[in-house]
């Protein structure tokens, strides 16, 4: 079967300094450029991938972020972007009409939390962003990485975005290496704040499958369900094909325009293939960007909440569309 999504890293700079990532520490090297990323996007195309997450890092801080954007809509990819939002309201129109789902990272729900959390003065500038991105028609969702440390305010998260008129993705912050802090892994606290906030308030939305997986405990090595490699791609700013994952890389091979190649033919590929979810690492794993992509291989009770989640996102994203447009024309 075909990979389903790529996570493609842009870059691995970033202009703020969330406190649960130091993504933003790591050692940058030369990146890609856009003819590079260009025949990437290409042989992704030939091996199938239908969704592109451009991520980082900061995409926006990637110079030429508004080309690769068009570039994967011309080759036919739905695409994706989370951002911190310092850069959108200078590059929103860059990207307009380019971005299938747009995230804004969110926090907290006030300026105090959220500022903190991510190490910059930011909030006025995301309150800012959702706004512009409505008047754009785009359909901004806030990103909230629920913590043990604001789990008990999901609800004022809620009441922000209901404020904001946008749509609120609670992701729990998960299990990974060292460039993340294990003490923010999902507890069932953690579980049950986020499926009681779910009941009262009609803009949240969270992943029930990976909910659910959480709660039996992650990825067993034994019985592993992530399917990293057959189901994602992931590709580093200075064009690595990363395996198994982003998040527990074992190593980076050069890419060099054999993409296709590589993910066909290479032994390398096929042995890391062959123990998906089966390393010493993936014990307990609830890296989410992974696992959701793999809940789509396979037919048990996570492909079917998976399904569930996706056909409810999908109708409530109609919906505010459906209203967005029909506000604009009241307005004209």
């Known amino acids: 079967m075909a990979p389903l999504v790529a996570n493609y890293y842009l ?70 972007m989370t951002t911190n939002t310092i850069l959108y309201p200078k590059r929103a129109h860059e990207i307009q009409g380019l971005v299938d789902f747009l995230n804004f990272s969110l926090d907290g729900p006030d300026a105090d939390t959220h500022n903190q959390s991510r190490g910059v003065q930011i909030f006025e500038t995301l309150v800012e962003s959702v706004k512009l991105a409505i008047a754009l028609g785009e359909y901004p969702v806030l990103n909230h990485t629920v913590t043990a440390q604001n789990y008990d305010r999901i609800g004022e998260v809620a009441e922000l975005g209901l404020q904001l008129g946008a749509r609120v993705w609670l992701n729990p912050a998960f299990t990974a290496h060292s460039n993340y802090n294990s003490k923010k892994n999902p507890t069932p606290d953690m579980v049950m704040a986020i499926e009681a906030a779910a009941r009262k308030y009609p803009n949240l939305g969270y992943n029930k ?6 709660e039996a405990g992650g990825n067993d090595t034994q019985n592993p369900r992530c399917k990293a490699v057959d189901a994602v791609i992931a590709i580093s700013p200075h064009d690595e094909l990363l395996l198994p994952c982003y998040h527990f890389a074992q190593t980076g091979v050069p890419i060099n325009g054999r993409l296709y190649e590589l993910y066909k033919q290479s ?20 890296v989410w960007c992974y696992l959701i992509p793999s809940f789509f291989k396979g037919l048990d009770k996570y492909w079917w909440l998976n399904q569930v989640t996706y056909a409810g996102e999908f109708l409530a994203r109609k919906r505010f569309l459906q209203r967005t447009a029909a506000d604009q024309r009241t307005a004209s």
Request: net charge negative; proline share 2%.
């Open 11 to 80: 870059t691995y700079r970033c202009n703020a300094r969330c406190h649960f990532c130091d993504i933003w520490a790591l050692e940058p090297k030369q990146e890609a450029d856009l003819d590079t990323i260009r025949k990437n996007l290409s042989d992704l195309r030939r091996l199938g991938v239908k969704y592109v997450d451009f991520t980082g890092g900061e995409p926006l801080l990637k110079e030429d972020v508004g080309e690769i954007y068009a570039e994967a809509k011309r080759q036919g990819f739905v695409t994706s």
């Open 209 to 214: 499958a990976a909910l659910a997986f959480i």
């Open 267 to 286: 032994e390398e590929v096929e042995s890391y293939r062959q123990s998906q979810g089966k390393l010493a690492v993936c014990e307990g794993c609830t």
